[in-house]
């Protein structure tokens, strides 16, 4: 059963870190391009980053996030800093096979996501 789980979410103050996390099991992430996207109450969800052989990241995160993939843990990780209240949203991370890795609807399978709440 393929399978994507997200980890790492909480609350955290504005200018701080955290790291999500993003495992895989039932295949193999680095045979797919896998996004991480987000939702904030009352918005669409949107694209955050992307990688495969490279990384893709919105304007409102370049600088400020990093994903990278750990092939022997099957995992995916978006390394956030400087965080903003304006980041505060549910976190997925999604798996798919096309190039499109920053369109939701190219990607193949989601995980249920992980909360993120930047606030005093």
């Known amino acids: 059963q393929l399978q994507l789980v997200e980890s790492g979410g909480g609350l955290v103050q504005p200018g701080g870190s955290l790291r999500l996390s993003c495992a895989a099991s039932?295949?193999?992430?680095?045979?797919?391009?896998i996004g991480w996207f987000r939702q904030a109450p009352g918005k669409e969800r949107e694209a955050v980053s992307c990688?495969?052989?490279?990384?893709i990241y919105a304007t409102s995160v370049k600088g400020r996030f990093t994903i990278s993939r750990d092939n022997a843990k099957n995992t995916v990780y978006l390394q956030m800093k400087s965080l903003e209240p304006e980041d505060t949203a549910v976190y997925y991370c999604?798996?798919?096979?096309?190039?499109?890795?920053?369109?939701?609807?190219?990607?193949?399978?989601w995980g249920k996501g992980t909360l993120v709440t930047v606030s005093l």
């Open positions: 039932g295949f193999t992430l680095d045979r797919y391009y």
């Open positions: 999604a798996a798919g096979a096309s190039i499109r890795c920053l369109s939701p609807n190219a990607m193949d399978y």
């Open positions: 990688i495969s052989s490279s990384t």
